[in-house]
């Protein structure tokens, strides 16, 4: 969008300056990309934003202008010239289509001639980066960027019996656009047509049968509103855009439309004789109702942070065009103005009043008290639980949450009757609802060792989401883990933090059997005697159709059910844990059966220090060997015993170690392995 200085200083009266003009403007929102000087003006090349339509023309910009410098703005009057016969009399028109079209107005000047124009009109023309064609063509590109309103005009006597007919094409049709470009229509489009055929792209371009020459002697001016969407639409198609489709596309200020067609035919009659046929053709409904917004000064306040008197916001208000339709002691209701299509609510007001005013004037500080909601327990808990993870040496992972539907009934951490399919699926292979986050977990994997990094060690909190037939998919929050280590060493990180995570519950595994893990290698994980997830090494099956050459271990925690066991409080650090007194420690290795569980004999040497100072029991070793039986298994652990306000002596450790020695022989006819 371009303008220039004297064009904004004959609509907005002010004592700014050509530098002022390009400072002040990028204050208020409206960007200046590039100034030219010449020596007759300057020339602003500004950026508009989509929102705001009424910049793109040179009195949106003045508007701007008047309210920062607390003027008035004056757009040129109406001079009301004696006008002929009416124009009903010379000319018709139809519009079929008015959900495209919501107003269309034709004014007619007769006798006129399409000269050059003066020298006044072609400079300014020329400052835009137009080129001027002829008077009539050259007043239709100044008032659309003066006002913002495409205008068009066409030789009335090469429309086929002398009318308009607004409607969409029809299949077929084809016409030759004023630029040269043959194009093909279609019924999507709407277009101007006369008796007979098309001769205008509504509102993007029109026809070279119809243009107007220096032949020309009756004149047409269409000045309309047209449907955004659809000119956009067309615009895309056809691989054409105008000066008139970036308006409209934007939108245009349809209660200024009559005062612009007036205006036209006021200069084309001025500076190419002729005369003007009376009246209007106007078709279209009734203007709507202006908008009407409240602004409270105390809301405001409370939103800048700072208080800017009423009546500064009221004349800022006034400038920009806004009525103030009622004032309360609390509160003013403002009539929004037609071209201000992105005005609706109080907080858009508000931003109004502040721009104008300065964001620079606004100080960075404010002392203000927020009032914020408490945190949410299940916050703190997923807080304590991502902290102990990476303590561990982990890495949070974020995946996507969608999958192949393989992989997700392969690996579904639910029983469920039928999978959560995508209607519009982003990728291929991503049609449906993960049933479990472990394959996108191993998928990042696979893509961290694609590009050379191992010993990736990955959690996610993440959902997962299935249909098990009820009205709605059911939905649960998981923690999905991933270890690049072997089963032991990850069993005994997971098992370390759910300890650190709720000590006072017991963490425990049992096999159990699950097609997506490798048989032998697939535990259940209870927590305080609640089964909340899974643990084990994923199958051949399903780390080959990720593209795995290793199998990784894995597993995944119901957060539904892990967050609703009873706590004592989240700590993230706590002094009190650090222990005063040394600790004496104590190593067995028992030669067991086979078959026996470490889960097992936890329990019993958990049951034989009852009442004992044991503070921790430690799995570290597991050994099959020449030293041990056949179908025996020799069994290393470390019990920790410290007491709480005293250093242990050795009487108080040895009965309590020979208590689990005992247990150990009657529970299991276990052994002390002697080397």
């Known amino acids: 969008m371009k303008v220039t200085y004297h064009w904004l200083k004959e609509l907005c009266p002010s004592t700014m300056s050509p530098d002022d003009v390009a400072a002040a403007l990028p204050r208020v929102g409206l960007g200046v990309e590039g100034v030219e000087r010449f020596d007759d003006d300057t020339v602003y090349e500004l950026e508009v934003t989509a929102n705001r339509a009424d910049w793109m023309s040179a009195f949106g910009v003045a508007r701007e202008l008047a309210a920062i410098s607390g003027v008035s703005t004056r757009l040129p009057g109406l001079k009301r010239p004696p006008e002929g016969a009416g124009v009903a009399s010379i000319t018709s028109v139809v519009v079929e289509n008015p959900d495209l079209c919501p107003l269309y107005i034709a004014r007619v000047v007769t006798g006129a001639k399409a000269c050059e124009s003066p020298a006044w009109l072609r400079r300014r023309i020329e400052l835009l980066g137009l080129r001027p064609v002829n008077a009539v063509v050259d007043i239709t590109n100044y008032l659309l960027y003066e006002t913002g309103q495409p205008l068009h005009a066409f030789d009335l006597d090469r429309l086929n019996e002398r009318r308009i007919v607004v409607r969409n094409a029809r299949p077929g049709e084809k016409m030759s656009l004023i630029n040269g470009k043959e194009v093909a229509l279609d019924p999507s489009m709407l277009v101007i047509a006369d008796a007979a055929k098309p001769v205008a792209i509504a509102g993007v371009m029109g026809g070279l049968a119809t ?102 916001a009221k004349k800022i208000l006034e400038n920009l065009g806004f009525a103030l339709a009622e004032s309360v002691p609390d509160s003013m209701s403002w009539l929004v103005p037609s071209w201000r299509k992105d005005v609706s609510r109080e907080v858009d007001l508000i931003e109004e009043v502040a721009r104008i005013y300065g964001y620079d004037k606004i100080p960075d500080r404010v002392s203000k008290n927020v009032h914020t909601d408490p945190i949410q327990p299940e916050y703190l808990k997923r807080a304590a639980l991502r902290e102990i993870l990476l303590r561990t040496g982990m890495s949070e992972a974020f995946c996507d949450p969608f999958i192949e539907p393989s992989l997700a009934s392969s690996f579904p951490s639910f029983p469920f009757k039928s999978l959560v399919e995508l209607r519009n699926p982003i990728r291929s292979d991503q049609g449906v609802m993960r049933t479990s986050s472990v394959p996108s977990l191993m998928k990042s994997l696979k893509g961290n060792r694609d590009r050379g990094l191992s010993k990736v ?42 300890h650190a995570y709720a000590p006072h519950l017991n963490v425990s595994m049992a096999p159990v059997a699950r097609k997506a893990l490798s048989a032998g290698h697939s535990l259940a994980i209870r927590l305080g005697g609640a089964e909340i997830g899974f643990f084990g090494t994923a199958s051949e099956d399903v780390a080959s159709a990720i593209g ?41 290795a028992f030669v067991v059966n086979e078959s026996e569980t470490w889960a097992r004999v936890y329990e019993v040497i958990s049951g034989a220090s009852k009442g ?44 309590a170690s020979a208590a689990i020695v005992e247990a150990m022989t009657m529970h299991f006819g276990a052994s002390l392995r002697q080397s």
Not at 235 to 263: C, L, N, Q
Not at 460 to 472: H, K, L, S, V, W
């Open 211 to 312: 243009e107007v020459t220096s032949s020309t002697k009756a004149i047409l001016i269409e000045c309309a509103a047209f449907n955004g969407v659809s000119i956009r639409k067309t615009s895309r198609k056809i691989g054409v855009s105008s000066d008139a489709s970036s308006r409209f596309e934007r939108g245009t200020d349809i209660a200024g439309a009559s005062y612009v067609a007036a205006r036209a035919v006021e200069m084309i009659r001025e500076i190419c004789g002729g005369e003007i046929a009376g009246g209007a053709i106007s078709v279209g409904s009734d203007l709507p109702e202006p908008r009407r917004v409240s602004l409270r000064p105390a809301r405001m306040e409370k939103l800048l942070g700072i208080r800017i008197d009423d009546q500064l």
């Open 457 to 498: 060690n990955l959690f996610e909190f993440g959902r997962i989401c299935m249909d098990q037939g009820g009205p709605a998919p059911d939905e649960h929050q998981v923690l999905g883990l991933l270890w690049d280590l072997d089963f032991a060493a990850a069993k005994g990180m997971l098992e370390c933090a759910l």
């Open 548 to 588: 795995l050459k290793f199998l990784p271990v894995v597993a995944e925690v119901n957060l539904d059910l892990l967050y609703a066991l009873p706590d004592r409080g989240l700590r993230f650090f706590d002094n009190s844990r650090i222990p005063k007194f040394p600790s004496v420690d104590r190593d067995f």
């Open 612 to 655: 004992s100072p044991v503070e921790d029991i430690q799995f570290f070793d597991l050994y099959r060997g020449k030293q041990v039986p056949a179908g025996k298994k020799s069994i290393a652990l470390r019990v920790v015993f410290r007491a709480p306000d005293h250093t242990l002596t050795e009487d108080e450790v040895s009965p």
